[in-house]
């Protein structure tokens, strides 16, 4: 059980286009999802943490308007990365958290974004 | 401000030693302390928690960890590695007052010889 999907695994998108990726918890409902970003050989940094029907909060730093999150239902979040840059290639996870969980966030399997 | 270190960015064991990765935290109240795994391209996979209770802990593949608030360390320990084992090991924090958002350490990457 509590198994979370991304989609996609991975995804080439040319510079000033968007790019969306879903986060999908598929045997139980997400009271909070979170995104995080990783750089090669670094840490996971939150960017967002989203709670169905409400508005994302954003990390410090993090820019909402290019970032967009769209947490719709219980089981899926969507990041959409705008007008997308070079310097937003990186590697994307999202988590999901429900209250039966312990406090135990459930990972995604991450998304690669590449953008040339 | 709650913080996580991990000492050590990278190490090197051979198959069948031993390993012990170091966690240090910095947490004003009891703290809810977890250790993933990462292989290469792939998401995260938790190893295991300690929210209370006994401070040894175990958890899957055979690994450990102990608390030790006296030190602010929860270090992860496994008696024989395999090669398997080879990945990138992050330890986290969980802040129960803030939504449940969790801290990571900047990660431990292993690397097992042959």
């Known amino acids: 059980g509590a198994v979370v999907s991304q989609h996609p695994s991975w995804v080439i998108c040319k510079s000033g286009t968007s790019v969306k990726i879903e986060c999908r918890s598929l045997?139980?409902?997400?009271?909070?999802m979170f995104w995080y970003r990783q750089f090669p050989k670094q840490s996971l940094m939150l960017m967002a943490t989203?709670?169905?029907?409400?508005?994302?909060?954003?990390e410090q730093g993090v820019e909402k308007d290019k970032f967009l999150i769209n947490h719709a239902s219980l089981t899926l979040s969507t990041l959409t990365v705008t007008s997308a840059h070079p310097e937003d290639s990186s590697f994307y996870i999202c988590s999901a958290y429900t209250l039966q969980g312990a406090y135990e966030q459930y990972f995604g399997p991450g998304t690669r974004l590449t953008v040339t | 401000a709650q913080s996580v270190t991990q000492p050590d960015i990278h190490i090197t064991v051979s198959e069948g030693a031993s390993l012990e990765l170091r966690c240090n935290y910095s947490?004003?109240?009891?703290?809810?302390l977890f250790w993933y795994v990462q292989s290469p391209g792939q998401g995260l996979q938790l190893l295991l928690k300690y929210f209370s209770g006994d401070t040894l802990v175990q958890g899957i593949k055979g690994f450990e960890a102990e608390f030790k608030r006296s030190q602010s360390s929860f270090n992860l320990r496994k008696p024989s590695v395999h090669w398997s084992d080879a990945a990138e090991y992050f330890c986290a924090l969980l802040n129960t007052g803030t939504a449940s958002k969790l801290t990571f350490g900047t990660g431990t990457r292993l690397q097992v010889t042959l």
């Open positions: 045997d139980f409902q997400a009271t909070t």
């Open positions: 947490y004003g109240a009891t703290p809810y």
């Open positions: 989203s709670n169905e029907g409400s508005k994302a909060t954003y």
